[in-house]
Nanobody
Framework: QLQLIESGGGPVQAGGSLRLSCVVY????????????MGWFRQAPGKERDFVGH????????YLVDSVKDRFTISRDILQNTMYLQMNSLKTEDTAVYYC????????????WGQGTQVTISS
């Protein structure tokens, strides 16, 4: 059972930067069979939750959707059990609640979710 806790959201002006953190509790010892995929999602007001990107916990391979890949970076610190989303050149359309999530490497759905952190970009 994993527990995910996000932090780092807040208000920022367009063009600015934020770094979101997601601390993961309950990770098992690192073995080939205990790998996870950690994802970032966001939900803007009145819209559905959208996938932003993910990183493979053991291995570090990362992916970001086209709309953010030139501005956002996903990373993780295994020793700190923390995943990060570095967001640069923020736009008003990036305003959303950002969630981190986790799933087993071969699972189809994300099974564990954080509570979300609000990011508000003003023009």
């Amino acid at each position: 059972q994993l527990q995910l806790i996000e932090s780092g959201g807040g208000p920022v002006q367009a063009g600015g930067s934020l770094r979101l953190s997601c601390v993961v509790y309950g990770l098992p010892p690192r073995t080939p069979s205990s790998n996870y995929v950690m994802g970032w999602f966001r939900q803007a007001p009145g819209k559905e939750r959208d996938f932003v990107g993910h990183i493979v916990w053991n291995g570090g391979g990362a992916y970001l959707v086209d709309s953010v890949k030139d501005r956002f970076t996903i990373s993780r610190d295994i020793l700190q059990n923390t995943m990060y989303l570095q967001m640069n050149s923020l736009k008003t359309e990036d305003t959303a609640v950002y969630y981190c999530a986790a799933r087993g490497l071969y699972a189809s759905d994300y099974q564990y979710w954080g509570q979300g952190t609000q990011v508000t970009i003003s023009s």
